[in-house]
């Protein structure tokens, strides 16, 4: 059924963008947008994330070279560095919150039989405390040492069930594919999962195929023949010195 589909697109299937429009319509979010929608910004955002770009720079010069795929990605808008640090900027952080918090109810159900390691009888909270780094010419009031501006990011996270809720900040990236790994039954870590994704993107190749041929392969033990050809070609090496 998603032969032909890019795996970006395949993987974006996951997401209810039914209440993803809904989060949008609440906050207002195509008000006055006559291009780039939200959910424009949000894949941009997402595929960023999902293949690790380092900058809005890098995420325009990645997608700009893979422009006349944009559309089957779902992005229906030019990627330009400025119009995404715009978006960024001025669009209600809201929407995408709200977002993540649906994608956590999905998630957390599918993960409440799985061990977290401790058994947790009531509400347990972590608070987690992260630098961010800004410019300071940029934001002279958040001086952080004397040519370095700077702000501290308070993160409460709520430990029961296998699924940390993010109170105030939520990668949702981290959610879709936590949800994609339960439906397709996948034994590997989600950190192996995303970093297969991360390398095909732009593939069109089921994801289920994708993800189980490839972790499959990653465990296959090497042949005792390999071995031994290795083992060949090292003392035919050695012979020459």
Same mark, same amino acid.
């Given at each position: 059924?998603?032969?032909?589909?890019?795996?970006?697109?395949?993987?974006? *299937?996951?997401?209810?963008?039914?209440? $993803?429009?809904?989060?949008?319509?609440?906050? %207002?979010?195509?008000?006055?947008?006559?291009?780039?929608?939200? &959910?424009?910004?949000?894949?941009?955002?997402? $595929?960023? *994330?999902?293949?690790?770009?380092?900058?809005? %720079?890098?995420?325009?010069?990645?997608?700009?070279?893979?422009?006349?795929?944009? #559309?089957?990605?779902?992005?229906? !808008?030019?990627?330009?560095?400025?119009?995404?640090?715009?978006?960024?900027?001025?669009?209600?952080?809201?929407?995408?919150?709200?977002?993540?918090?649906?994608?956590?109810?999905?998630?957390?159900?599918? #993960?409440?039989?799985?061990?977290?390691?401790?058994?947790?009888?009531?509400?347990? #909270?972590?608070?987690? +405390? +992260?630098?961010?780094? &800004?410019?300071?010419?940029?934001?002279?009031?958040?001086?952080?040492?004397?040519?370095?501006?700077?702000?501290?990011?308070? +993160?409460? &996270?709520?430990?029961?069930?296998?699924?940390?809720?993010?109170?105030?900040?939520?990668?949702?990236?981290?959610?879709?594919?936590?949800?994609?790994?339960?439906?397709?039954?996948? !034994?590997? !870590?989600?950190?192996?999962?995303?970093?297969?994704?991360?390398?095909?993107? $732009?593939?069109?190749?089921?994801?289920?195929?994708? &993800? +189980?041929?490839?972790?499959?392969?990653?465990?296959?033990?090497?042949?005792?023949? *390999?071995?031994?050809?290795?083992?060949?070609?090292?003392?035919?090496?050695?012979? %020459?010195?």
């Amino acid at each position: 059924m998603n032969r032909g589909k890019l795996v970006f697109a395949q993987l974006m *299937q996951h997401l209810p963008l039914t209440t $993803f429009r809904r989060c949008v319509t609440r906050y %207002r979010g195509a008000f006055k947008v006559k291009s780039f929608s939200c &959910l424009d910004q949000f894949l941009c955002m997402a $595929f960023a *994330q999902l293949t690790f770009r380092e900058s809005l %720079r890098d995420i325009e010069v990645c997608l700009r070279a893979q422009s006349s795929k944009l #559309y089957h990605l779902g992005i229906r !808008s030019t990627v330009a560095r400025n119009t995404l640090a715009n978006a960024n900027a001025v669009r209600d952080w809201r929407i995408y919150a709200d977002f993540a918090q649906s994608l956590i109810g999905i998630a957390r159900p599918l #993960y409440e039989q799985e061990s977290f390691g401790v058994d947790l009888q009531e509400t347990v #909270y972590a608070l987690d +405390t +992260t630098t961010i780094d &800004l410019c300071l010419s940029v934001f002279p009031w958040a001086v952080f040492r004397t040519a370095k501006a700077a702000i501290k990011l308070h +993160t409460l &996270l709520d430990l029961r069930g296998n699924i940390p809720t993010f109170i105030h900040i939520s990668d949702s990236k981290v959610h879709d594919v936590n949800v994609l790994k339960k439906r397709l039954q996948l !034994s590997a !870590s989600l950190f192996e999962i995303l970093q297969i994704l991360s390398l095909t993107m $732009f593939e069109k190749i089921p994801l289920d195929q994708l &993800l +189980t041929q490839t972790i499959s392969e990653q465990t296959r033990p090497v042949s005792d023949n *390999q071995l031994i050809l290795f083992a060949q070609r090292w003392d035919t090496t050695a012979t %020459r010195f």
